[in-house]
Structures are given as C-alpha cells and as structure tokens.
T-cell receptor, first 116, second 115 residues
C-alpha cells in the first residue's frame, strides 16, 4: 500500500492477556517509530528502529512492552500481562532515512487498545 | 529534557477567518526541527508544516504559516481562510537534529471551524 498500515484497528483484551500490534511501514522506509497516545493527550515516544536495529527504547514504560522488527520491515509491538493503564492508541510511523532526520514521519491510523 | 507546551486546549473560528494556535518549547539544544501535525477523527497524523531552527525565515505552506521566535522558544501556527476541513486536533512537535528522529509532542489544541 501507499501508506503505513497498522492492524488491528481496534483491540479489546482482558487485563492480564498478552496482545500484539502490527505495523507495516511504507516500503523502503528505514526508520520506524512507535508512539503511545492516551485519550486527550499528545503521542509519547516508545521506541525507534533503524532497519532491524532497535536504537532507542527509552520510552517503553515497563518490561511488559517489547517491540521487534526482525527483517527491517514489518514491526510488532507486544504487551504482556496487559493492565488498564495500557489502554491507548498506539501509533506507528516510518520515515525514509535515519538519524539525519530531515525526512518527515508518515503515520498510520493507529490501533486503539482497550483493556477491560 | 525537551518539553512542548500548548496552552490552548480548545479553540474555535468562523469559516474564512484566521486563527493562531500557540506553542512554546523548552530545550538546551541548538539544532532542532519544529512541526505542526493535524489529527482528524480518523486518527492519522498529517504533517502540516515544519521549521528548521537554523532558518530565520518562517515556513509557509499555502494557508498555513508559522511565527518562529527562537529566542522566546515560541512556535505558533496561523491558519488563514479557515475551512471546515481544518477541524481537527493540532499538535506541535519538536525533534532534536541527529538523535534518531523521535518526536516530542505537546498536549494538542482542538480546533473547531464553524460555518
């Protein structure tokens, strides 16, 4: 597709369950970012990949959060033992090049995660 | 640490009028970028305009322009000839040059354009 694709669009899970959120970036984009957006707030950075390398995971809120991008394209954000405070929209973004960061980030539509 | 503050949670404007959204930021860095993103109810973040901190000239994109005051650490967005399709959440964002590209967002301003 032409844009960043995220799935599922909505996910409902019971507290304590594990969830996996998928991001398919724009083809050829080197950099991939995950953000968490709580209701009524701005997005907050979670983690960043350049190709398959996870260069920054400083924003991951706990060790229950894990992200991977094994082949440098599709990425998965996994949350283990979900808690109610994990309820948020999870946004994925990709950009063409890496650290020099003059290229804009293109965002997906996000996954809205609701923990019951 | 960098912070971005948007002090106007909600704003409204009449169609065809002009509106200005405020943003201030705090950083000790000298090389950075500033952005305004629009987020309609569909949730997709759309880049509206960006400004490189080393450029003194204010960026302009059609009806959108910024007033960048580096010394005051202020970065406001002016929307001219507001259209109904401009109704959305607007986020100001900051990025340090050469540090991976992560964006730091403000809390957002919900803009309503009224007919």
């Amino acid at each position: 597709g032409a844009g960043v694709s995220q799935s599922p669009r909505y996910k409902v899970a019971k507290r304590g369950q594990d969830v996996a959120l998928r991001c398919d970036p724009i083809s050829g984009h080197v950099s991939l970012f995950w953000y968490q957006q709580a209701l009524g707030q701005g997005p907050e950075f979670l983690t960043y990949f350049q190709n398959e390398a996870q260069l920054d995971k400083s924003g991951l809120p706990s060790d229950r959060f894990f992200a991977e991008r094994p082949e440098g394209s599709v990425s998965t954000l996994k949350i283990q033992r979900t808690q109610q405070e994990d309820s948020a929209v999870y946004l994925c973004a990709s950009s063409l090049v890496g650290i020099s960061s003059n290229q804009p980030q293109h965002f997906g539509d996000g996954t809205r995660l609701s923990i019951l | 640490a960098q912070t971005v503050t948007q002090s106007q949670p909600e704003m409204s404007v009449q169609e065809a009028e002009t509106v200005t959204l405020s943003c201030t930021y705090d950083t000790s860095e000298n090389n950075y970028y500033l952005f305004w993103y629009k987020q309609p109810p569909s949730r997709q973040m759309i880049l509206v305009i960006r400004q490189e901190a080393y450029k003194q000239q204010n960026a302009t994109e059609n009806r959108f322009s910024v007033n960048f005051q580096k010394a005051a650490k202020s970065f406001s967005l002016k929307i001219s000839d507001s259209q109904l399709g401009d109704t959305a959440m607007y986020f100001c964002a900051f990025m340090v040059y050469n540090q991976g590209g992560k964006l730091i967002f403000g809390q957002g301003t919900e803009l309503s354009v009224k007919p």
